[in-house]
C-alpha cells in the first residue's frame, strides 16, 4: 500500500527504494539491476543534468531507445522534478522537428542512430542550446562522462508538487499534427498504482516491455506499476515476434500490455513458441479479447480502454472477464475513474445508452501543450471527452464501440466500426480487420472493410460468418481481402486514413453476395448485462 503523504513520481520512486533496496528493480540482455543500486546510478545521473541547469519545470526532450541508460535518464528527471518530453527515435526527421521546436525544449538528449541525424540538422531547431549524446560531439557533452558524477541526495524540491507538469507526451497525429498532451507529477502514481491494484500486478512479478519508452506504456504505465508494486521491470529494445517467447521465458516475464497486433503476430510466428500452459507469461493486458491466443499459449488475457490524456488510466477487465461478454467490453473503472456517456449536447446519458464516452480522475491531463483551443474543446468541466463511443451499462460495465469520427452512417443509422470488425475477426481464417465508411448516393454511406486472412477463403464464408453476430444491414458491401498485414502508424495502431484513402470499392462490391435486408436473422442475439 503506497502511503498517502506520497504524491508525485519521485516521492514514488524514492519510497520503493527504501522499501525495497535488494528486490530486482531491471533486467535488460544480460543485466540485473537492484532498487538501491539503479537508484545511485541514477543519482549520478541526475548530477549531471543538475550541472546543465536542469530543475524543476525544465523542459528535457529525450531522443533514446530502449535501454539502461534511457530508464536512468527517465529517472534522473523525475528526481530533479523536470518535464520529460520523449521522443520516438524511429520517427521521419520532419515529426521530429516538429516535436523538438514545439516543446520549446532547450536540451535534447540521444542516443543510437537518430543522434547524428539530429547533431547534424541541429541548426534547425529554434530553442535547443545543448545536445547530449552517446558519441560525444565536438567537445561536447557525453553520458558516458555522467557515470563519474557524485550522486546527487534526493531532498525536497521547491515549486514541485503534485499538480507540478512533470510528462509530455506527443499524440500520434492521425490527423493534424500530433499534440503534446501535458501530465502532472502525480500521474505517476495514479497511473502505477491504478494499474498494479486493477490487474493484480505484485511484487513477485516480472513486467515484460517490448514498447518505447517514447510511448505513454513504455514512458509511463509499465515503469509506475512496477514501482508502485515493488516488482521486477524485464526491457526489451523493440517487439520481435520471433524472440518474443526467448526473452520472455530469460527474464522469467509474468505480464505485459501489448496491441492485439502483437497477439496476431505472436500467432503467426511459431519459433520457439511454448505449448499451452508452458510459458512464464500469466497475463497480457490488451485492448480487445482474443480467444485464439488465450487457448494457443494458455496466458489469460485482461482487456484495457485508456487514453494518453488520462494518463492511461480508464478502465480494464479482470483476467479472463471479458471471455464471456459481448464484444467492445473494456471492463469497469479503475480506482477514482469514473465514465459515463453524453449526447451530442453534452448532456450526460443514462445507463444502458449509446453515446460519447467521457471520464475524469484528480489527475488527468493539465492540457495540451501551448493549445488553449484544443484544451478546451478536450477537457469539459473535469471530464475529458475521448472522441470514443460506447455505453454504460447498469452494472458499470464499460463496452467501447468505436471512434465517434470513424461511425458508418448508412441510411440515417449509425453503425460501428468495431462491432463490424469483430463480426469479421470470428472467423478463424481473419488475423485483422478494419471496418469504415464509403460514400454512397443512396444510403448515405455504405459498409467496407479491409480483412487480412491466413488462408484461403472467400468473401462469402466471411459474410455468412459476420452475419451470425450483425443484422444484414451492417454486413459490408464492400469486402477487400489481404494476406499482408494493414499499415500501421509508429504507436503500432492501424493507420485508418492511410487504408481508407487507398481504398478502391468498385474492385471489391459485394452487392450480390451481400445477405438482403429484412431477411431472418440465424445466430446469438445481443443480450443486455
Known sequence: MIPAHISTGRELWNWRVQQSPNHPFLRFEHEEWTYAEFDEAKARY????????????VYVLVAMGNTTRALLVHLALIQLGAVVVPLQNDLAFDELRHQINHSEAEILLADGPVS????????????????????????????????SHEPLPFGPLEHHDAHSPAMVLYTSGSSG????????????????????????????DVYFLPLPLAHAVGALTAPAMVIAAGGTLALADRFSPSAFWQQTARSMATCSILFPAHLNLLLETEKDAPGPGEP?????????????????????????????????????????????????????????VEV???????????????????????????????????????????????????????????????????????????????????????????????????????????????????????????LATASEHLAPRKLPRYLQLSTEY?????????????????F??????????????????????????
Open 46 to 57: 541526475a548530477a549531471a543534468l543538475a550541472g546543465l541547469d536542469v530543475g524543476p519545470g
Open 177 to 204: 499534427k500530433p499534440k503534446g498532451v501535458v501530465l502532472d507529477a502525480a500521474a505517476f502514481v495514479c497511473s502505477g498504482a491504478g494499474f498494479a491494484t486493477h490487474f493484480g500486478f505484485t511484487a513477485e
Open 280 to 336: 512464464s507469461l500469466r497475463l497480457v493486458i490488451t485492448h480487445a479479447w482474443n480467444e485464439r491466443f488465450a487457448a494457443r499459449f494458455g496466458v489469460e488475457l485482461a482487456t484495457v480502454w485508456g487514453m494518453t490524456e488520462t494518463g492511461a488510466m480508464a478502465t480494464g477487465s479482470a483476467p479472463g472477464a471479458a471471455r464471456d461478454r459481448e464484444p467492445g467490453y473494456v471492463g469497469t473503472p479503475m480506482p477514482d
Open 486 to 502: 494493414l499499415p500501421r502508424r509508429l504507436n503500432g495502431k492501424i493507420d485508418r486514413s492511410r487504408i481508407v484513402e487507398e
Open 116 to 147: 547524428a541525424v539530429l547533431l547534424s540538422r541541429a541548426g534547425e531547431f529554434r530553442h535547443v542550446r545543448r545536445i547530449v549524446t552517446d558519441g560525444g560531439r565536438a567537445g561536447g557533452p557525453e553520458f558516458a562522462d555522467w557515470e
Open 340 to 462: 459515463a456517456v453524453f449526447n451530442a449536447d453534452g448532456e450526460r446519458l443514462p445507463a444502458g445508452q449509446l453515446g460519447e464516452i467521457r471520464l475524469r480522475h484528480p489527475h488527468v491531463m493539465l492540457g495540451y501543450l501551448r493549445d488553449p483551443d484544443a484544451t478546451a474543446e478536450a477537457l469539459i468541466d473535469g471530464w475529458v471527452v475521448s472522441g470514443d463511443l460506447g455505453e454504460v451499462r447498469p452494472d458499470g460495465a464499460v463496452y467501447f464501440l468505436g471512434r465517434k469520427k470513424n461511425m458508418i452512417k448508412r441510411s440515417g443509422e449509425n453503425i460501428g466500426p468495431g462491432e463490424i470488425e469483430d463480426a469479421l475477426l470470428a472467423h478463424p481464417a481473419v488475423v485483422e480487420a478494419i471496418a469504415f465508411g464509403v460514400a454512397d448516393e443512396v444510403r448515405s454511406e455504405e459498409v467496407a472493410a479491409v480483412v487480412v486472412v491466413r488462408s484461403e477463403v472467400g468473401p462469402e464464408d466471411l
Open 504 to 529: 478502391s470499392p468498385e474492385a471489391v462490391d459485394l452487392r450480390a453476395a451481400r445477405p438482403r435486408e429484412g431477411r431472418t436473422r440465424i445466430g446469438p442475439q445481443r443480450q443486455e448485462s
